[in-house]
């Protein structure tokens, strides 16, 4: 999945079984969301989460798995 950075994704998009980058349930992304651990805008009903926290959750990913290895 390619991520823009000027894009807000709904959390369906972002799930892995939707071809997305988040290994998680759809459930376990809004819980996260409404804990404050995944930030997003609310714009009506939908809760869009910016790009740009999706390319520093790769870029963190990345940095960690490169330390390891």
Same mark, same amino acid.
């Given at each position: 999945?390619?991520?823009?950075? #000027? #894009?807000?994704?709904?959390?369906?998009?972002?799930?892995?079984? /939707?071809?997305?980058? *988040?290994? =998680?349930? =759809?459930?376990?992304?809004?819980?996260?969301?409404? /804990?404050?651990?995944?930030?997003?805008?609310?714009?009506?009903? #939908?809760? *869009?989460?910016?790009? +740009?926290? =999706?390319?520093? *959750? *790769? !870029? +963190?990913? !990345?940095?960690?798995?490169?330390?390891?290895?």
């Amino acid at each position: 999945m390619a991520i823009d950075e #000027r #894009r807000f994704y709904s959390p369906k998009e972002i799930i892995v079984s /939707n071809g997305g980058i *988040l290994p =998680l349930s =759809l459930s376990s992304v809004y819980t996260a969301i409404a /804990n404050g651990e995944i930030p997003c805008k609310v714009i009506g009903h #939908r809760k *869009l989460i910016p790009g +740009t926290y =999706l390319i520093k *959750l *790769l !870029q +963190t990913e !990345q940095a960690a798995s490169g330390e390891s290895a």
